[in-house]
């Protein structure tokens, strides 16, 4: 697969100062001429990889392992392997990975995310042995290093199925978000900047995050990403007015700037930009689930519902996106009642994932005047 630069007009090239030294206008016209996308991480062809693949056909229980793919939608970076349905770490860095799969007539749904073959990361459940099909998702950011392989592990047990058909139910994906840093800087300065195009007294030319005015690699930054789960349920309790608290998490995948506190369960904006949101959430047996995911002090910015007061298992999930300023927070509630639970156990059902997807440059780099 080929990957030819965008040229675009890109947000930032004024807060280089041409005027005064002519060497920074040799610098910004070496900069122009390969400006690529200024603000998708990870900035070059080499430090990506991507996947995602379906399955059209149901597995059923206790016939393999690991769930394998017919179809391959993409596989940027050849790391995935449909056949056996493995991702094997190339580049070591910062994943996030989501799938779906679909619950069989009459058998119970249950699939797990693992790591090197043993580490449960998170799991899609569903209780119900009834007729309906339906589907379940789930969704984390986990840290790889090379060799590291990823796959999702199925129940062998003959009470257990996955259904798909050519619609397909079952999908699986996952991408690099955030490269290791030490990686990519090692990569930028070994491979991208031939000498004969360095100026003295420039940044490489290809470094497309310099910060110009403060004259330092800002490298990788910004950079912000959080994912956490819960191995235990919260039950909720109806005790008369009470401030609306936050759901805390005691499983951290990755915290990358520490902007996330699993304690007091706030993530606390540093870097302004647009964030994607994601959350899974177990529902309890003889509970109904309503989880919101809210800003600041409570404004509900979006939920997940279940109300079957069945004493099966299941999961909801829901995302979304936000343009965040320096402060803001995000949380999750979950309702605070008599009749309202969230479940979760050591198969880590209740996830919650967040990450800086496009930062707003022009506060970033300095154009904003309120950042001196
Ligand atoms: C995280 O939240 C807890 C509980 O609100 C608080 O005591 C603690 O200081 C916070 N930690 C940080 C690093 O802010």
């Not at 994943?95 to 799991?123: D, H, R, W």
Request: include cysteine; charge should be positive.
């Amino acid at each position: 697969m080929k990957f030819l630069p965008i040229l675009r007009p890109a947000a930032g090239l004024t807060s280089c100062r041409p005027s005064r030294h002519i060497s920074h206008l040799l610098c910004l016209v070496a900069y122009l001429s390969c400006v690529t996308s200024l603000n998708i991480p990870p900035m070059t062809p080499n430090l990506r990889s991507a996947f995602s693949a379906t399955r059209s056909s149901s597995v059923l229980g206790a016939s393999q392992r690991a769930v394998t793919f017919d179809r391959l939608l993409l596989n940027i970076g050849e790391d995935f392997n449909p056949d056996t349905g493995t991702f094997r770490c190339r580049l070591p860095g910062a994943y996030y990975f989501a799938f779906t799969v679909g619950k069989f007539p009459k058998k119970i749904l249950s699939v797990m995310l693992v790591k090197n073959g043993l580490e449960v990361q998170a799991m899609a459940y569903d209780g119900y042995r009834n007729h309906g099909r339906k589907m379940q998702s789930q969704n984390i950011m986990i840290s790889l290093k090379p060799m590291d392989t990823v796959y999702l592990l199925l129940q062998e047990n003959q009470d257990y199925a996955i259904y798909s058909n050519i619609g397909p139910y079952i999908t699986f994906s996952g991408y690099l978000v955030y490269p290791d840093s030490t990686s990519s800087v090692g990569y930028l300065n070994n491979h991208l900047s031939p000498p004969d195009l360095h100026l003295p007294g420039c940044p490489p030319f290809t470094d497309t995050q310099y910060d110009w005015k403060r004259r330092r690699r800002i490298g990788e930054e910004p950079r912000s990403a959080f994912s956490v789960a819960r191995t235990t349920s919260v039950l909720g309790e109806s005790k008369g007015r009470r401030e609306r608290e936050a759901l805390t998490f005691d499983v951290e995948y990755v915290n990358i700037g520490g902007h996330f506190n699993k304690t007091s369960g706030h993530f606390t904006c540093y870097f302004p930009g647009a964030y994607y949101f994601a959350f899974t959430v177990g529902k309890h047996p003889r509970r109904a689930v309503s989880v919101k995911l809210m800003t600041g002090r409570g404004e509900v910015r979006a939920m997940v519902f279940d109300e079957d007061l069945s004493r099966r298992r299941e999961m909801q999930s829901q995302s979304l996106m936000l343009s965040l300023k320096r402060g803001d927070s995000v949380w999750l509630y979950s309702q605070q009642d008599d009749g309202f639970a969230v479940y979760s156990n050591q198969g880590r059902y209740t996830t919650f994932s967040g990450f800086l997807v496009y930062p707003d440059f022009h506060q970033y780099m300095g154009m904003d005047r309120t950042f001196p």
